[in-house]
Structures are given as structure tokens and as C-alpha cells.
């Protein structure tokens, strides 16, 4: 890994006009630095995108080719990079969120469609389903109870859901269609429950 110094200094201007005259008096402004890490990737000539970060530093995403291909969710810890695999009969898999128990969330694919996983140091790789009759789902958030929100879809749509510790799914609201990839925008995880953006609920508070 290789680590840089960046001193970060805003600077504040006050402008006055007089006579048409504009005068410019710099402010002065507190310091922050801050260490830059590179995190690396999964092989030599690869790429890394980081998603998330614990309150341990632990780091969350994916790693693959430049052209996306071998693509695999990765855990950076301070022991290094950590390939997730995938589920099985994927080729693919990314991770999105981390708790501060070391659970990861993510999405692999399998030889049917996209599914939504749940990552642990004991259990590995874990598919967390689907509602009934749908095919396909992503984990975008988890906190730090274990409850993990993404989405589920199939023939009807595209629907919000919430994963339990115990495996439990439930359906929070039915979303309008759209693209997947745009619903990790919309749908949050908070230790006091789970909610999504814009949306007013007494069900969703208490999930």
C-alpha cells in the first residue's frame, strides 16, 4: 500500500466594493490533513472500487479487470485484500455495505440471474433470496442489528425489501420500475430501523 500527506486549505475571500473598487482579504482557515491509502486490487493489471467503510476501517467493494471481467466482492482490512468469491455458478460478485460487526451485503451473480448476499467470517457467502416468485434481488445496506435492504424483482416489478438476521424477507413498499442499479440511491439501513428516502411509514419505521 502506498500512503500520501494531503493538507486540505480552504480559503475564504471577503469582498467589498467600494467606489467600484472590489477588494479581496484572504481568511484564515484551521488545517485538516489527512492520509491517502491506496487499497490496491485483487490481482497486478486489476482495478478496486471501494463502496463502504466500518467504524474499524474495514473497506467494502469490488476488484476485477479494466474491462469489468473476473470481478469479485473484496474486504480490505489492515491484513489485506480479501476475495469474496461468489455464489454458486457466478462469475461476478460486489460488495456494497459493511457493518460494525464485519458483515458484508453485496450482490453475485449465479447461472439464473442477480442475487442479493449476505457475507460473514463464519458462514461465507450466503444467498438471501427472493420474495415469492421473483428471480433476481440486491443488498445495498445493512446495520449494525444484522438487517440488510435492497431490492427484489421479477415479472411484476421491482419491490423494496428487508432481510433479517433470522432469513425472514419482507416486502417494505412496491417501487416504480426502474433500472436496479439507480434503487441503491433510495433505499438506507440505520440502526434504529430501516426507511427509504421520501417514503412516510409506520411499517417502515418499526421494521
Do not use: C
Not at 474486504?75 to 469474496?84: A, P
Amino acid at each position: 500500500m502506498r500512503a500520501r500527506n494531503i493538507a486540505k486549505i480552504p480559503l475564504a475571500l471577503a469582498v467589498l466594493g467600494l467606489a467600484g473598487v472590489i477588494v479581496l482579504q484572504p481568511v484564515t482557515a484551521q488545517v485538516n490533513t489527512y492520509t491517502v491509502v491506496e487499497l490496491g486490487a485483487l490481482t497486478e493489471e486489476g482495478v478496486g472500487i471501494a463502496r463502504d467503510i466500518n467504524n474499524s476501517g474495514h473497506v467494502v467493494g469490488k476488484s476485477g479487470g479494466e474491462t469489468g471481467t473476473d470481478t469479485r466482492a473484496v474486504l480490505w482490512t489492515t491484513r489485506g485484500k480479501e476475495n469474496l468469491g461468489t455464489l454458486l455458478s457466478g462469475d461476478y460478485s460486489g460488495a456494497f455495505a459493511i457493518n460494525n460487526s464485519g458483515e458484508v451485503v453485496g450482490t453475485s451473480n449465479t447461472d439464473t440471474a442477480l442475487r442479493a448476499f449476505r457475507w460473514t467470517r463464519r458462514d461465507g457467502l450466503q444467498d438471501l433470496g427472493t420474495l415469492f416468485e421473483d428471480n433476481g434481488s440486491e443488498a445495498f445496506g445493512i446495520n449494525n442489528g444484522g438487517k440488510a435492504v435492497g431490492t427484489s424483482s421479477g415479472s411484476t416489478g421491482i419491490r423494496a425489501v428487508l432481510w433479517k438476521p433470522d432469513g425472514t424477507i419482507t416486502n417494505l413498499v412496491t417501487l416504480p420500475g426502474g433500472e436496479v442499479r439507480d434503487l441503491p440511491l433510495v433505499v438506507a439501513a440505520h440502526d434504529d430501523g430501516v426507511d427509504l428516502d421520501g417514503v412516510e411509514s409506520d411499517a417502515l419505521r418499526r421494521a
